[in-house]
């Protein structure tokens, strides 16, 4: 009994358990690194270890982030949906999971993607840029606040957030 | 504090008091209500029309007017930003009118300036007053802006006025029909937006009559640049071209609307039809225009 808990851990435990902090799980394999800069990851001292590639029956292939002793907004965490619809998040304390979140697209959007017109003002002036969301049969589309184009969600150009 | 950046800004009943206050102007022209008002008109790039129907507003409405016409005679050439520019000019207006060849440009504008902004075209955006005085037309010949079949002819994917009058006249039960080449269709989000609200709409390739139902035959000028291969130009442009003879056995109320400039897509033998209405339309755009500027004030 013992030995087939222990099987069993090792195949969840592929990436390290963290004692406190977020698990985000069910990244889209090639998203893992959009999601990191979207988290503005790039840039901190807590300790982050992530697994891509990993075998999902959603996905196929999936990522998934672990980051010590860092707690996210709902609104921060939000806008990883554009790029990772269906992760979900589990915030651990003490090596439990006390809460478990699903990301949802956010209404508007600010200061996170570029717009792809290349007459908007927002890529000739300095200002952030805004977008409000559309779900459609096609797909999420994303309607700049400025030039009033739209843009599909399979086009997204990231800004990073240290950046931004 | 209210801006016009796009029609969508608008609610219907905005609109109808914009055209409310057009028809009153059309009837008493001169009313200096604006006296102490000086009002900003910033043409970032050339215009014919549209400058001079603003300042023809705003001098009939009594306020004085600042501005410029081109970039050339601005500090934008010593390399100022539109923010810094915009900043500067709100210090001295109590509202701007602003051309821009961005995008979104007008926008940005009404975000950092302390007065109203009118957008009188940020690019291939946007172009609410063209609008309003195409509804202010619309209404003036049909007397109702209701139950109209409206159909548009030409640069549908490019042509800014084409997009705003569908988003205007959406509130009004219209029925439209798109005549235009596969290159420069209505677009997808256009016929998303229409579909969601229920108006009825066809599309057709070639302009060769078949509008007898039409009230309104709105049509709009194609544009070479838009073109990579010039002979597909040619083709095209005379498949969206109207001459005189398609008009037999169109209703009686139907009118040709344009917003001006005219190429070759109207026929010179149009002119002297009484469905002809694109001239008498650019003079509405005067009283349009006041009616905005004073709605806009007055918030």
Redesign the interface.
């Known amino acids: 009994m013992e030995n087939e808990e222990t099987m069993d851990e090792k195949k969840k435990l592929k990436v390290s358990a963290i004692r406190n902090g977020t698990v985000i799980d069910r990244i889209p394999a090639n998203e893992l690194f959009h999601v990191i800069e979207i988290l503005g990851l790039t840039n901190g001292d807590f300790q982050m270890t992530f697994g891509t590639n990993l075998e999902s029956k959603v996905l196929g292939k999936k990522a998934i982030i672990k980051i010590s002793d860092k707690f996210f907004e709902e609104d921060d965490v939000n806008r990883i949906a554009l790029v990772a619809p269906d992760a979900k998040l589990n915030i651990i304390r003490d090596y439990a999971v006390v809460e478990k979140r699903q990301v949802s697209i956010p209404s508007e959007i600010h200061g996170l993607a570029r717009c792809l ?1 290349p ?4 890529n ?4 952030e840029t805004r977008f409000t969301t559309r779900m ?1 049969p096609n797909g999420l ?1 994303l309607r ?7 843009t599909s969600g399979k086009n997204l150009q990231i800004i990073s957030k240290n950046k931004s | 504090m209210k801006s016009l950046i796009s029609i969508n800004d608008f609610n219907k009943e905005e609109m109808l008091q914009v055209l409310d206050l057009a028809s009153a102007y059309e009837a008493n022209p001169n009313q200096p209500l604006f006296r102490d008002k000086v009002i900003a008109c910033i043409f970032f790039e050339p215009s014919t029309r549209t400058r001079l129907s603003f300042e023809t507003a705003a001098n009939r409405l009594g306020a004085r007017v600042i501005g410029f016409s081109s970039l050339s005679s601005t500090s934008v050439t010593k390399g100022e930003s539109l923010k810094d520019t915009l900043k500067m000019v709100s210090n001295y207006a109590d509202m701007i009118v602003i051309r821009h060849s961005l995008d979104g440009a007008a926008r940005f504008a009404s975000e950092i300036a302390g007065c109203p902004v009118i957008n009188a075209g940020d690019g291939a955006n946007q172009h609410p007053t063209q609008t309003l005085l195409d509804m202010y037309s619309i209404r003036k010949t049909q007397g109702t802006l209701d139950n109209l079949s409206i159909t548009m002819v030409g640069d549908l994917k490019y042509g800014r006025t084409v997009h705003s009058l569908l988003q205007a006249m959406s509130h009004f039960n219209p029925r439209f029909t798109f005549i235009s080449c596969p290159e420069l269709g209505i677009p997808q989000e256009y016929k998303d937006f229409l579909n969601e609200r229920g108006i009825r709409y066809e599309e057709k390739q070639v302009l060769e009559g078949g509008f007898e139902q039409a009230d309104i035959l709105y049509m709009t000028r194609v544009q070479q640049e838009r073109f990579q291969d010039p002979m597909e130009y040619e083709r095209v442009k005379d498949l969206l071209s109207l001459n005189a003879s398609m008009l037999n056995g169109t209703k009686p109320n139907l009118r040709i609307l344009h917003p001006l400039p005219r190429v070759k897509e109207i026929a010179i033998d149009v002119d002297e039809r009484p469905e002809a209405y694109y001239f008498d339309q650019a003079r509405n755009g005067v009283y349009t225009r006041m009616g905005i500027i004073t709605y806009l004030m007055n918030q």
């Open positions: 017109n007459r908007c003002v927002t000739h002036e300095p200002v459609s589309y700049c606040h400025y030039c009033e184009k739209e």
